[in-house]
């Protein structure tokens, strides 16, 4: 039988420290996926506490995803739960290419037709580029009710100047994040906050000096290079593949720095394996000189398997700069990364860089604070991955029973808010964007992220579907069936 000390629990409501206590032993492997939970009435007797008490600790077991309700039966670990540990092997690597399968199937819901493909929509769209979290599915009262408690507190470093790497407090709630979910045991004191990826960025290209020359990987990240550009910064564009990127030609290039995402390349998804962090690892090795920029961008979304600990945690040279945001999992609006320096490099930072101040508002900062400490983020978080792995079955589902299926090949991204598909069409990329756009849905392309376009990313739609509403996606299938129906008719 489960038990826990309360004395502990640190000025916590007692469902909260209890729902915590669950938690940790699900993490650490002491309750195992599918293990059933006692009655809340007996669990209640044996700690001596109320049944709502415990009502309320699995409330939000169900709500993070750790846990699922058999009605009838009570409460049992989730299978899943273990995806949510740190650490692990990635139990499937996703294939580049897999055609859909084509089964006969009832069509798709009836949807009026959309505006003509010479015409203007008339109304509003349908946004398949953009790949922010919906507000609908921020908890904005949460938000809300934080931010008012900490400006009702008054506390006095609130209206003080922040120091140059942001809040203490902030850093100490994402270093104790980083070791909960990432394995990483982080300095809180090497920590930098800022206004966005773009700017730490620049601040990464200041401390690395003038001679840099870096190493980026070509599917992805096109709008680094023109930040690169933009600070008059040297790059090497350098292929990647379903493993990501190739560690010969980053050698033979002049790069001297390799920026990387390691967890997820985007909008491939690539994952990179043990081995291919092994070469990166002895690339880094041979050379004094050479970092490591880790970009670990929408590495929380992941639907299936473990993905490998961040390269961070396995770099005994001290060499590898982290970064990260919370403007993906959150809300654009709220502009909030952080970098995580190896020592060597933030005594350079504070000597030469920590007269630029902070970007982001103390306001902001300790309310991110407390959101993250008391648990919202790791439950929002884990809403969101249940929410987008639907999108992704219904969109899926959505082009199986269309037309489309006749043209079109899935490339299985197990990781973000997006899904590739490769049609078989005659119709340039620039044509295709354009019809949808005049069909009132806006659309990206595979090419729309590479530095050097080639035939094999030609006809590779990048569906993201974060801020598509499920009845749209009815819509969306007509307006692509009328875009191809040439090659449709063809197939």
């Not at 922040?162 to 270093?175: E, Q, T």
Request: proline letters at 6%; charged letters at 20%.
């Amino acid at each position: 039988m489960i038990t826990y000390d309360f004395s502990q629990r640190d000025g916590l409501p007692k469902y909260e420290y209890l729902f915590q206590c669950i938690r940790e032993d699900i993490r650490t492997g002491a309750l195992k996926p599918g293990t059933r939970l006692p009655s809340k009435k007996m669990l209640a007797k044996h700690l001596s506490i109320s049944v709502s008490t415990v009502e309320g600790a699995y409330d939000l077991l169900v709500s993070g995803g750790y846990a699922e309700s058999r009605p009838g039966s009570g409460f049992y670990i989730s299978k899943r739960a273990g995806d949510y540990a740190a650490g692990g092997a990635l139990q499937r690597e996703p294939a580049l290419r897999k055609p859909l399968d084509r089964p006969q199937a009832a069509p798709i819901e009836q949807v009026s037709p959309p505006a003509g493909l010479g015409t203007e929509p008339s109304a509003p769209g349908i946004d398949m580029h953009a790949n922010s979290c919906s507000l609908e599915l921020f908890p904005t009262d949460v938000w809300a009710r934080i931010m008012r408690r900490v400006l009702s507190d008054k506390n006095p470093e609130l209206f003080e100047t922040v120091p140059f790497n942001g809040l203490p407090k902030l850093r100490r709630a994402i270093a104790q994040n980083l070791y909960e979910f990432k394995g990483m045991q982080v300095d809180p004191d090497c920590i930098v906050v800022g206004a966005g990826t773009e700017y730490l960025y620049t601040k990464v290209l200041q401390l690395l000096g003038a001679s840099t020359v870096i190493g980026i990987g070509d599917i992805g990240f096109k709008k680094l290079t023109d930040i690169f550009m933009a600070s008059g910064t040297l790059w090497a564009h350098v292929p990647v593949d379903s493993q990501g990127i190739d560690i010969d030609a980053l050698a033979a290039s002049a790069a001297n720095v390799a920026h990387v995402s390691p967890a997820n390349h985007f909008p491939i998804g690539a994952v990179m394996s043990a081995e291919r962090r092994a070469q990166l690892l002895s690339w880094l090795a041979e050379r004094g000189y050479r970092y490591i920029v880790e970009d670990d961008y929408d590495s929380e979304l992941r639907f299936s398997g473990r993905t490998l600990p961040p390269l961070f945690t396995q770099d005994p040279t001290g060499r590898v700069i982290y970064l990260n945001t919370f403007s993906k999992t959150l809300v654009p609006s709220l502009r909030i990364s952080y970098m995580v320096l190896p020592d060597a490099l933030m005594d350079i930072y504070r000597q030469q860089l920590s007269f630029y101040s902070c970007t982001v508002s103390s306001f902001e900062q300790s309310a991110l604070a407390e959101f993250i400490e008391r648990g919202y983020l790791e439950r929002h978080i884990n809403r969101l991955r249940r929410f987008y792995d639907k999108q992704r079955e219904r969109i899926t589902e959505a082009i199986r029973t269309s037309g489309l299926a006749k043209i079109a090949h899935l490339r299985e991204v197990n990781v973000g808010t997006h899904m590739l598909v490769h049609i078989d069409t005659r119709l340039p990329d620039t044509q295709v964007k354009a019809a949808a756009r005049r069909a009132g849905m806006h659309l990206n392309v595979l090419a729309d992220y590479c530095i050097l376009p080639t035939a094999d990313t030609a006809h590779t739609l990048v569906i993201n579907f974060a801020s598509v509403a499920p009845e749209q996606i009815g819509t969306a299938m007509r307006i692509l069936e009328d875009i191809f129906a040439d090659d449709i008719a063809r197939a």
